[in-house]
């Protein structure tokens, strides 16, 4: 519970009681009928009811891919791979649907990246380079391209040094840390000289990974990246209040 | 003496309607016929658009058009343009199958009366249609969906009938279809119809937020001003050829137990004019003061019944409702990145109407969402370039572990985007005191703000101590082999519109430290 009594802009915070006394509900329920609506003939969970199993076909897959691009925490990678290597196919056909919701689509692309899909390079290459992109759909694609192990990725990163967002670029950074390959260095030494010091910093930083030191303009400001974490034992800071 | 209760409310305008639907995912267009759908249908096309339609119809002029391909041999279009053409057009040779229409078996539908639903296709396409799947939306809010094969024969026809659907209230009836091909490739269209009561004039009220029951309301106290709150959508149905006019005057009657503990008037903000074989939407809350009867029932955690009534054009709808005290829950929502205006309103509408109207069906709603920052000093801005784009589990603990707000909202971390592509996750039965890694749930965007709206309710029903429905979750009313555990609002797949809470769930999520009772 706060302790301050009152929010930001001066004005009272009220905070429920927790309750202890029982309710005392006396009104009779009002009846109320059901809608109705016929039930599946078939289904993608096989026992869960009396529909016969969907057909092993690209439609059935397509549902089950569906039903798994709902999910509202990640899936794991071994879901994916127990659909086989038509999921992955379907998974690179829906890039170019029109009918996917974006954040549909953007899972889409980050699912290609868990599974490391290389048949996904050259589409996934395509939105990360393609400007009518939205940006945040360019980092998903640097983001996804950066966990595929396969050397083609990193010329397509490098081409994205030079993308106008800062979120973007900070991606391709990691991206190009992580697939560690001598090829992502003068990408690196690039970005190290960016506009934007929390690219420069990083790219600093990941420039000393490959064994690389940076030029003296950027290691005054290049702290080592710190990626492991540790529980702190300070107070936690409160985040800015946003008013309407 | 103390009035018993107040009241406003209004008529939905016709842009509130559209934006409604656009919520429901009603917005899909029909599919174009390239050597006969009209000009003006094809260059208001928002895929196709003017350019690509002007080069269209002229090609037209001169070619009856097979598929779309003949459009990009001819260097009408480009390889992209075809890809998106392909999804939305056919010619004469039908590659794939696109659904043409939704039409139901008699003109007009009726409230207990069963009725089929026929999805029409492109016949004898290439690629043969296989599935065709069903979302559904009754008047009375109740979602539905399933799946079905589509025979030789329905190929043939170009046509699938679906029955039999029963709607108990009369108002509108939402269908999305998909048809599902064998290559993989989905096709989707949406309808509305209107259900009618042979009772002609009808209004259905909707609390805004229900309880533990699922048939009555919750009324929301405002600490601030010591009032009980009850917030309503309505529904008037007319089933007559003629316009009625209800007038404005909306007329409560309240009982408790039975017994009459008073009745009170107010007038909305305009007439209820509804045309002929017509459903209008609206709102409408009541107030109940300190020093009424209605103030110390709901006060004691009571309930009460109220009887809503209007009168015109010779008609007096009436409904009633229960409303009954309920539980809370609160969201601080903590932006890590850069958002609109536009889309902190919409994350703000998730958490406060979507999430709080799945709740709706137990006794607990969101108590109210505030709304924070990592900006504006150069540490928070570096933590804002570095957690915007959430890169692993290890950059969500850290934010977490970093950043709290030390009230009894939970903290929600709303960042552009996560590695792994999911909407959100949580931990398991959240630390109340908000200390240590575990201390918020981590969503990030998403421009569906119903599906947002289910993943606050989702990840809050796991930081309240919940486990996935279809999972152990030591809860005896949670059957993973029932076909509608979809439904369930934290089924591991738990779809933009899955809203069932079971009393079990609720049970174990009222046992949280987050959760508080607005009563004394």
């Known amino acids: 519970m706060d302790a301050d009594q009152h929010q930001e802009d001066g004005s009272p915070r009220s905070v429920p009681d927790l309750g202890s006394m029982p309710s005392k509900y006396n009104e009779q329920p009002i009846e109320r009928k059901e809608d109705q609506m016929p039930s599946s003939d078939v289904s993608i969970y096989p026992g869960r009811s009396e529909a016969a199993p969907i057909r092993e076909s690209k439609a059935g897959l397509r549902l089950q891919i569906e039903r798994l691009l709902h999910r509202?925490?990640?899936?794991?990678?071994?879901?994916?791979?127990?659909?086989?290597?038509?999921?992955?196919?379907?998974?690179?056909?829906?890039?170019?649907?029109?009918?996917?919701?974006?954040?549909l689509r953007q899972?889409?692309?980050?699912?290609?990246?868990?599974?490391?899909?290389?048949?996904?390079?050259?589409?996934l290459g395509d939105i990360l380079l393609n400007r009518s992109e939205s940006a945040l759909n360019r980092t998903y694609a640097a983001s996804a391209l950066g966990k595929i192990t396969d050397p083609r990725v990193v010329p397509l990163l490098g081409r994205a040094v030079t993308d106008q967002n800062p979120m973007v670029r900070r991606q391709v950074v990691r991206e190009l840390g992580r697939v560690d390959q001598v090829d992502a260095v003068p990408y690196l030494l690039i970005l190290s000289e960016d506009s934007e010091r929390e690219v420069a910093d990083l790219a600093a930083s990941k420039l000393r990974n490959y064994g690389v030191r940076p030029g003296v303009e950027s290691e005054r400001v290049a702290p080592e990246e710190d990626n492991t974490y540790e529980t702190q034992t300070q107070a936690k800071k409160r985040p800015a209040r946003e008013y309407d | 003496?103390?009035?018993?209760?107040?009241g406003r409310g209004r008529v939905a305008s016709k842009r509130e309607l559209r934006a409604l639907r656009r919520t429901l995912g009603l917005d899909v267009r029909k599919p174009i016929d390239l050597n006969s759908s009209p000009s003006d249908v094809i260059a208001a096309h928002p895929q196709i658009g003017k350019r690509v339609a002007d080069r269209l119809l002229g090609f037209r002029d001169q070619h009856r058009i097979r598929t779309p391909a003949d459009l990009y041999q001819a260097g009408v279009i480009n390889e992209r343009q075809l890809t998106t053409l392909e999804q939305v057009a056919y010619g004469d040779l039908v590659l794939r199958p696109m659904i043409t229409g939704i039409s139901t078996d008699s003109a007009n539908l009726y409230v207990d009366e069963p009725f089929s639903v026929q999805i029409a296709f492109t016949p004898s396409s290439l690629i043969r249609p296989e599935l065709v799947s069903i979302d559904v939306r009754f008047p009375s809010g109740k979602v539905g969906r399933a799946n079905f094969t589509i025979s030789e024969e329905d190929h043939g026809a170009g046509r699938t009938v679906l029955g039999e659907f029963v709607?108990?209230?009369?108002?509108?009836?939402?269908?999305?279809?998909?048809?599902?091909?064998?290559?993989?490739?989905?096709?989707?269209?949406?309808?509305?119809?209107?259900?009618?009561?042979?009772?002609?004039?009808?209004?259905?009220?909707?609390?805004?937020?229900?309880?533990?029951?699922g048939n009555a309301g919750a009324p929301k106290f405002d600490f601030d001003q010591r009032r009980w709150?009850?917030?309503?959508?309505?529904?008037?149905?007319?089933?007559?050829?003629?316009?009625?006019?209800?007038?404005?005057?909306?007329?409560?009657?309240?009982?408790?137990?039975?017994?009459?503990?008073?009745?009170?008037?107010?007038?909305?903000?305009?007439d209820v004019v509804i045309p002929p074989m017509s459903t209008v939407y609206?709102?409408?809350?009541?107030?109940?003061?300190?020093?009424?009867?209605?103030?110390?029932?709901?006060?004691a955690k009571g309930d009460l019944t109220f009887q809503y009534s209007m009168s015109g054009s010779g008609f007096t709808p009436t409904t009633t409702l229960i409303w009954r005290t309920m539980r809370v829950i609160g969201y601080n929502i903590i932006r890590v990145g850069d958002f609109t205006a536009t889309e902190r309103s919409e994350y703000r509408r998730a958490a406060a109407e979507i999430a709080s109207s799945i709740f709706q069906s137990r006794d607990m709603t969101v108590y109210g969402v505030e709304l924070y920052r990592i900006e504006g000093t150069p540490e928070m801005d570096a933590d804002k370039a570095r957690f915007r784009f959430i890169d692993s589990q290890d950059e969500i603990n850290a934010l977490r572990d970093k950043y709290t707000i030390d009230n009894w909202f939970m903290d929600v971390f709303f960042v552009e985007g996560r590695w792994d592509g999911a909407f959100g996750s949580s931990p398991t039965n959240g630390?109340?005191?908000?200390?240590?890694?575990?201390?918020?749930?981590?969503?990030?965007?998403?421009?569906?703000?119903?599906?947002l709206g289910q993943t606050f309710a989702h990840e809050a029903g796991h930081y309240l101590g919940l486990e996935h429905a279809d999972d152990d979750d030591g809860c005896a009313d949670t059957d993973p082999s029932d076909p509608n555990i979809s439904d369930n609002f934290i089924y591991s797949s738990s779809l933009r519109d899955s809203d069932v809470i079971t009393l079990c769930q609720i049970d174990k999520m009222r046992r949280h430290g987050l959760v508080h009772s607005l009563t004394p």
């Open chain 1, 72 to 103: 509202r925490e990640a899936v794991p990678v071994e879901t994916w791979q127990a659909l086989g290597e038509e999921a992955t196919m379907l998974l690179v056909q829906m890039l170019d649907d029109q009918t996917l919701q974006e954040a």
């Open chain 2, 1 to 6: 003496m103390t009035r018993e209760g107040y």
């Open chain 2, 282 to 299: 609206g709102n409408l809350q009541t107030w109940h003061p300190e020093g009424s009867s209605a103030f110390d029932v709901f006060h």
């Open chain 1, 107 to 123: 899972r889409v692309i980050a699912t290609l990246g868990q599974l490391g899909a290389i048949s996904a390079i050259s589409q």
């Open chain 2, 229 to 270: 709150y009850c917030y309503a959508s309505v529904r008037w149905v007319n089933s007559t050829s003629s316009t009625v006019n209800l007038g404005r005057a909306v007329t409560v009657r309240m009982t408790d137990a039975g017994s009459d503990i008073g009745t009170f008037s107010f007038n909305l903000s305009g």
């Open chain 2, 431 to 451: 630390p109340v005191d908000k200390e240590g890694n575990s201390s918020g749930l981590v969503l990030r965007r998403d421009g569906d703000t119903i599906n």
């Open chain 2, 167 to 213: 709607s108990v209230e009369a108002g509108e009836f939402h269908v999305i279809a998909t048809i599902r091909d064998k290559a993989g490739n989905i096709h989707r269209q949406s309808a509305t119809f209107g259900v009618f009561t042979r009772n002609p004039v009808q209004m259905y009220v909707t609390p805004s937020y229900w309880t533990q029951s």
